[in-house]
């Protein structure tokens, strides 16, 4: 979506010192809905992030099979639910 309207849109990252641990009950209140039943079936949360101002929250997974890593990071979409932004 962004990219059909760049021209409105700045994207700032945050500085390091910005980010910060965040509980998993905490990243449940704010984004469990965001998650696929079937998550917790193949991934392991291993630790969650956000911004000092929560609008950027991410997770660190582990893959339960291969044990490889990953992560996904989701923002405030127009309606402020969280929403897959990028994963890896």
């Not at 929560?54 to 996904?72: H, M, P, S």
Request: charged residues 30%; glycine residues 6%.
């Amino acid at each position: 979506m962004i990219k059909k309207v760049k021209h409105l849109v700045r994207v700032i990252p945050p500085e390091p010192s910005e980010i910060n641990p965040l509980s998993l009950v905490r990243f449940n209140a704010l984004a469990g809905y965001a998650r696929h039943p079937a998550t917790v079936l193949m991934f392991e949360e291993l630790e969650c992030h956000s911004t000092n101002d929560e609008r950027v929250i991410g997770a660190l997974v582990q893959d339960r099979e291969d044990e490889d890593y990953g992560w996904i990071v989701l923002g405030r979409d127009e309606r402020l639910r969280f929403r897959a932004i990028t994963a890896g």
